[in-house]
């Protein structure tokens, strides 16, 4: 039989309370997310860019170097020049004037879209997963049909039966198949959560189930929502892009890259610079939402820490 | 038209087939040129014909082919200069204007070799004249021109056949501009055995049926696919030229017809009034090898902004004017500032960098509504309204709208395409640059353009016109006299002025020497009140390999397939 030993010795792994014994910093999951998010330099050299991007849009609400809209500045299809660095276009506008006046059309049309969709899809999900039943069935089925029909009949759809071509109408249009995926997620992670033990005493207590979804589940599934937003700005903005490419986005002459882009495609030979540069700027914008996207992924899936 | 002229004509026509004929199949051409054994001129369209029938004929690829495969009394050669084709030369002409005498030549032929006499004039205009279609009106100067067009009659009182080689015409009124007339395709003569044999509306589309007059013959044609023609063997006018074939692909579009022109598989692009893409006409002029296979010609129209001189149009001299009631001339004339302000403020150049490919497709008018090179012309830089100034369009706007209410809710019509849209787009720049206002763009299809215009019921529109034949009456009859500014006519701006009126009539009746000065009058008249505000006059574009000579634009149509030759190459 074993005897206890005289004296007590502590082993490495015995909690015994010292004065040398260092206890981590207290941190909110959001200071956590935050000190994941710096150590991924990607993610920060995209919201570096959406930063700019911001910025740029809030300035050429106000200023551009010339308007956006005034045609002949100087000879159609001018390439750089120190007047205008980024040159002129087909209609001899200021291109980096409206570069600008199209990152502010891009912004709205990706922020809002993101937001417009999430609330729909956030609500439907919500109300889907906590539910369940004849709620979740109908709510799936109506995921299941608009997953089955193009993104781009829907809108061209919406956008010809409306005949406005406002930004406010194609953020709508656009955001009626973007709330899919939002839908889908929130509808998993309320499956999930509403079996939760925080939820059940919520319940318990009596907690009416507005709360309970406002209060517990909710906050709980901000971050996949938060990522997922986050990846809809960059389809919203190539989504408008390509709409104001056919013809259906922005009224001219309001500035759209895809227009802009567009307008530049039938001078590729001779004057590349008008449609080069619309596609460079929505390629690195795309790219910044993309790897902002993937950090904030990384940041905020308890999976992926180390 | 003097009857030496006619005939100094007729010589040097003559003696251009002469020497032409010399080239043909191979061999030495005009000037030293060495023709190439295949005399096979390949071309495309991109819309297929609306008909060959010359009675229907109306738009420009339709009126390509017609004037090849049919012959009239009289033709227009390449400096759209008025040549005896079936007549023997100019009418007789009574004193009073209004009797005409045309003689006709005796060994004039169908190409079936049915001899072509006064009979068949007389059915093909009676006939032209009772279809009603768009140019019937060449007719309208005879007597009992109504009575036919409206069905009453199955032939114009007017017209007779005093032999089997002489037509004799009355007028109601002398019409100096007739002859103009009478040589475009509507007159063209017809064979009455033809379009019974094929039926009256599809003899045109077979081959062995459309039977004509002129040097060239269809030879197959399949709808929406292909067209093929040849010279008429031993034709009755001369020599046919050097062409031995000319095939057409019908249904391809401009990019594609481009790119098979790079390929060599055609000979030129523009040909039938379809010319290439806008920014294939750019990319051309920006290529130095490939700007050497660019032709542009001036071409016979012009594009302006019409102003509503009727009703409540913040442009009208003075409020509620009804349509077709005098609008000048009065004293009066509260919507000029407004006019000149829209007029002034507009920079044709810029406008022409912008809407018309670096003027590849477009030169900026300065002269007038008559486009550059068509009589009437008033001449370089002679209308001041068609100068850019930007300080005194503001002024004049300013006077004319000091709280900005006359432009409330005024709308820019035009019918939409690309460059009409450009064009549109560059007015509304100009305009707000320059006058500090925004005018609402509202393109629409053509159709309904046209009906709102000739209602007057648009305020400020795109108003354009393209010259069926060289003579001023062909615009001011149909555009600007108070007949024209009536509701449902074409005078989109309502515009009646009872002095110009006059003069014009009296123009009408003489003969083109001594009515041009009139017709120039009534252009500076137009010009002095402006009437519209003219922004440019249209050009007409064909890539041409360099082996391809003599095809070109006469500023109406295509040159005359028989001067065209291929070369060796």
Same mark, same amino acid.
């Given at each position: 039989?074993?005897?206890?030993?005289?004296?007590?010795?502590?082993?490495?792994?015995?909690?015994?309370?010292?004065?040398?014994?260092?206890?981590?910093?207290?941190?909110?999951?959001?200071?956590?997310?935050?000190?994941?998010?710096?150590?991924?330099?990607?993610?920060?050299?995209?919201?570096?860019?959406?930063?700019?991007?911001?910025?740029?849009?809030?300035?050429?609400?106000?200023?551009?170097?010339?308007?956006?809209?005034?045609?002949?500045?100087?000879?159609?299809?001018?390439?750089?020049?120190?007047?205008?660095?980024?040159?002129?276009?087909?209609?001899?506008?200021?291109?980096?004037?409206?570069?600008?006046?199209?990152?502010?059309?891009?912004?709205?049309?990706?922020?809002?879209?993101?937001?417009?969709?999430?609330?729909?899809?956030?609500?439907?999900?919500?109300?889907?997963?906590?539910?369940?039943?004849?709620?979740?069935?109908?709510?799936?089925?109506?995921?299941?049909?608009?997953?089955?029909?193009? /993104?781009?009949?829907?809108?061209?759809?919406?956008? $010809?039966?409306?005949?406005? @071509?406002?930004?406010?109408?194609?953020?709508?249009?656009?955001?009626?198949?973007?709330?899919?995926?939002?839908?889908?997620?929130?509808?998993?992670?309320?499956?999930?959560? @509403?079996?939760?033990?925080?939820?059940?005493?919520?319940?318990?207590?009596?907690?009416?189930?507005?709360?309970?979804?406002?209060?517990?589940?909710?906050?709980?599934?901000?971050?996949?929502?938060?990522?997922?937003?986050?990846?809809?700005?960059?389809?919203?903005?190539?989504?408008?892009?390509?709409?104001?490419?056919?013809?259906?986005?922005?009224?001219?002459?309001?500035?759209?890259?895809?227009?802009?882009?567009?307008?530049?495609?039938?001078?590729?030979?001779?004057?590349?610079?008008?449609?080069?540069?619309?596609?460079?700027?929505?390629?690195?914008?795309?790219?910044?939402?993309?790897?902002?996207?993937?950090?904030?992924?990384?940041?905020? /899936?308890?999976?992926?820490?180390? | 038209?003097?009857?030496?002229?006619?005939?100094?004509?007729?010589?040097?026509?003559?003696?251009?087939?002469?020497?032409?004929?010399?080239?043909?199949?191979?061999?030495?051409?005009?000037?030293?040129?060495?023709?190439?054994?295949?005399?096979?001129?390949?071309?495309?369209?991109?819309? /297929?014909?609306?008909?060959?029938?010359?009675?229907?004929?109306?738009?420009?690829? /339709?009126?390509?082919?017609?004037?090849?495969?049919?012959?009239?009394?009289?033709?227009?050669?390449?400096?759209?200069?008025?040549?005896?084709?079936?007549?023997?030369?100019?009418?007789?002409?009574?004193?009073?204007?209004?009797? %005409?005498?045309?003689?006709? @030549?005796?060994?004039?032929?169908?190409?079936?070799?049915?001899?072509?006499?006064? $009979?068949?004039?007389?059915?093909?205009?009676?006939?032209?004249?009772?279809?009603?279609?768009?140019?019937?009106?060449?007719?309208?100067?005879?007597?009992?021109?109504?009575?036919?067009?409206?069905?009453?009659?199955?032939?114009?009182?007017?017209?007779?056949?005093?032999?089997?080689?002489?037509?004799?015409?009355?007028?109601?009124?002398?019409?100096?501009?007739?002859?103009?007339?009478?040589?475009?395709?509507?007159?063209?003569?017809?064979?009455?055995?033809?379009?019974?044999?094929?039926?009256?509306?599809?003899?045109?589309?077979?081959?062995?049926?459309?039977?004509?007059?002129?040097?060239?013959?269809?030879?197959?044609?399949?709808?929406?696919?292909?067209?093929?023609?040849?010279?008429?063997?031993?034709?009755?006018?001369?020599?046919?030229?050097?062409?031995?074939?000319?095939?057409?692909?019908?249904?391809?579009?401009?990019?594609?017809?481009?790119?098979?022109?790079?390929?060599?598989?055609?000979?030129?692009?523009?040909?039938?009034?379809?010319?290439?893409?806008?920014?294939?006409?750019?990319?051309?002029?920006?290529?130095?090898?490939?700007?050497?296979?660019?032709?542009?010609?001036?071409?016979?129209?012009?594009?302006?902004?019409?102003?509503?001189?009727?009703?409540?149009?913040?442009?009208?001299?003075?409020?509620?004017?009804?349509?077709?009631?005098?609008?000048?001339?009065?004293?009066?004339?509260?919507?000029?500032?407004?006019?000149?302000?829209?007029?002034?403020?507009?920079?044709?150049?810029?406008?022409?960098?912008?809407?018309?490919?670096?003027?590849?497709?477009?030169?900026?008018?300065?002269?007038?509504?008559?486009?550059?090179?068509?009589?009437? %012309?008033?001449?370089?830089?002679?209308?001041?309204?068609?100068?850019?100034?930007?300080?005194?369009?503001?002024?004049?706007?300013?006077?004319?709208?000091?709280?900005?209410?006359?432009?409330?809710?005024?709308? %820019?019509?035009?019918?939409?395409?690309?460059?009409?849209?450009?064009?549109?787009?560059?007015?509304?720049?100009?305009?707000?640059?320059?006058?500090?206002?925004?005018?609402?763009?509202?393109?629409?299809?053509?159709?309904?353009?046209?009906?709102?215009?000739?209602?007057?019921?648009?305020?400020?529109?795109?108003?354009?016109?393209?010259?069926?034949?060289?003579?001023?009456?062909?615009?001011?009859?149909?555009?600007?006299?108070?007949?024209?500014?009536?509701?449902?006519?074409?005078?989109?701006?309502?515009?009646?002025?009872?002095?110009?009126?006059?003069?014009?009539?009296?123009?009408?009746?003489?003969?083109?020497?001594?009515?041009?000065?009139?017709?120039?009058?009534?252009?500076?008249?137009?010009?002095?009140?402006?009437?519209?505000?003219?922004?440019?006059?249209?050009?007409?574009?064909?890539?041409?390999?360099? %082996?391809?000579?003599?095809?070109?634009?006469?500023?109406?149509?295509?040159?005359?397939?028989?001067?065209? @030759?291929?070369?060796?190459?």
């Amino acid at each position: 039989m074993a005897t206890a030993p005289s004296t007590f010795e502590p082993g490495p792994d015995s909690f015994v309370a010292t004065d040398t014994y260092e206890v981590g910093e207290r941190m909110s999951a959001w200071e956590d997310t935050w000190r994941r998010l710096r150590r991924n330099k990607l993610a920060l050299v995209g919201m570096a860019i959406i930063v700019i991007l911001v910025i740029t849009a809030i300035v050429s609400s106000f200023w551009t170097p010339y308007d956006v809209w005034r045609q002949s500045l100087g000879p159609t299809y001018q390439g750089p020049t120190g007047k205008h660095p980024f040159g002129l276009d087909d209609s001899g506008r200021d291109i980096l004037s409206r570069l600008m006046g199209g990152a502010q059309v891009s912004m709205v049309v990706g922020v809002g879209t993101a937001t417009l969709s999430s609330i729909i899809g956030i609500m439907l999900g919500l109300l889907a997963g906590f539910y369940r039943g004849w709620v979740d069935t109908l709510v799936s089925l109506l995921i299941n049909v608009f997953y089955g029909l193009p /993104d781009l009949l829907i809108v061209l759809l919406i956008v $010809a039966v409306t005949q406005q @071509r406002g930004l406010g109408n194609i953020i709508l249009a656009i955001s009626l198949t973007a709330w899919l995926g939002m839908a889908r997620l929130v509808r998993g992670q309320t499956l999930s959560l @509403r079996e939760r033990e925080f939820v059940e005493a919520a319940r318990s207590v009596g907690t009416r189930d507005r709360w309970i979804l406002v209060r517990h589940i909710f906050p709980n599934a901000l971050g996949p929502i938060i990522v997922q937003a986050t990846f809809v700005i960059p389809a919203a903005i190539l989504f408008e892009a390509f709409l104001s490419y056919l013809g259906f986005g922005v009224k001219p002459p309001t500035p759209s890259w895809g227009a802009m882009a567009s307008d530049g495609f039938r001078s590729l030979q001779y004057a590349p610079h008008i449609i080069l540069i619309p596609a460079a700027a929505l390629c690195i914008t795309l790219m910044a939402f993309n790897f902002m996207g993937d950090g904030l992924r990384d940041a905020l /899936d308890p999976r992926m820490r180390r | 038209m003097t009857g030496i002229r006619f005939k100094s004509l007729v010589v040097t026509v003559a003696a251009a087939f002469v020497a032409m004929a010399c080239g043909t199949n191979g061999g030495p051409g005009t000037g030293g040129e060495e023709l190439a054994p295949d005399q096979t001129l390949t071309f495309p369209i991109q819309d /297929d014909v609306q008909t060959l029938d010359p009675g229907h004929v109306q738009s420009g690829e /339709d009126i390509a082919f017609t004037t090849e495969m049919f012959a009239g009394l009289y033709g227009l050669d390449n400096s759209n200069k008025i040549i005896n084709l079936i007549a023997t030369g100019p009418p007789d002409v009574s004193s009073d204007g209004k009797t %005409y005498t045309f003689h006709m @030549r005796k060994d004039a032929k169908f190409w079936n070799g049915d001899p072509i006499k006064s $009979a068949d004039v007389l059915y093909s205009w009676n006939r032209a004249a009772a279809l009603n279609d768009a140019y019937a009106t060449v007719f309208q100067p005879v007597v009992g021109f109504d009575d036919t067009s409206n069905g009453k009659t199955k032939a114009m009182s007017g017209l007779s056949a005093p032999d089997d080689y002489t037509i004799k015409a009355q007028l109601t009124d002398a019409a100096g501009y007739w002859l103009s007339e009478l040589a475009i395709w509507t007159a063209a003569i017809v064979s009455q055995k033809a379009i019974t044999a094929g039926g009256e509306d599809s003899w045109w589309t077979k081959p062995d049926t459309a039977v004509g007059a002129g040097p060239f013959k269809m030879t197959e044609r399949t709808a929406k696919a292909s067209m093929a023609f040849q010279p008429v063997a031993n034709w009755w006018g001369g020599s046919t030229g050097a062409l031995k074939n000319i095939k057409v692909e019908v249904g391809v579009d401009q990019a594609s017809q481009v790119k098979k022109y790079e390929a060599s598989g055609y000979d030129l692009v523009g040909m039938a009034n379809q010319p290439p893409s806008p920014d294939d006409i750019l990319r051309y002029k920006s290529d130095p090898t490939k700007q050497k296979d660019e032709n542009i010609y001036p071409s016979a129209r012009s594009t302006w902004v019409n102003f509503n001189f009727t009703g409540n149009s913040p442009f009208a001299p003075k409020a509620g004017i009804t349509p077709g009631n005098p609008t000048a001339g009065l004293g009066q004339d509260d919507g000029k500032k407004g006019r000149n302000a829209f007029s002034l403020s507009i920079d044709r150049d810029a406008m022409v960098d912008v809407a018309c490919s670096k003027g590849a497709t477009c030169t900026k008018a300065t002269g007038g509504l008559i486009a550059k090179g068509l009589k009437g %012309y008033v001449g370089d830089g002679k209308d001041p309204n068609a100068v850019f100034n930007a300080s005194t369009a503001k002024s004049d706007y300013t006077a004319w709208d000091p709280n900005g209410s006359k432009i409330k809710g005024l709308q %820019y019509r035009f019918n939409a395409s690309a460059t009409n849209t450009k064009i549109a787009q560059n007015l509304q720049s100009q305009w707000k640059a320059n006058l500090g206002i925004n005018i609402d763009l509202a393109p629409s299809d053509f159709p309904t353009l046209i009906a709102d215009r000739n209602a007057k019921k648009t305020n400020l529109s795109r108003g354009s016109w393209g010259a069926d034949y060289d003579h001023p009456q062909d615009w001011f009859d149909n555009l600007w006299t108070c007949e024209a500014a009536k509701p449902g006519h074409g005078g989109t701006e309502g515009y009646c002025n009872p002095a110009m009126d006059k003069n014009l009539k009296t123009a009408n009746a003489e003969s083109i020497d001594k009515a041009l000065p009139l017709y120039q009058q009534a252009g500076q008249t137009l010009i002095d009140d402006n009437v519209d505000a003219v922004l440019f006059y249209g050009t007409q574009t064909y890539f041409t390999h360099s %082996y391809v000579k003599g095809a070109g634009f006469n500023s109406l149509y295509d040159f005359n397939w028989q001067g065209i @030759r291929i070369l060796k190459h």
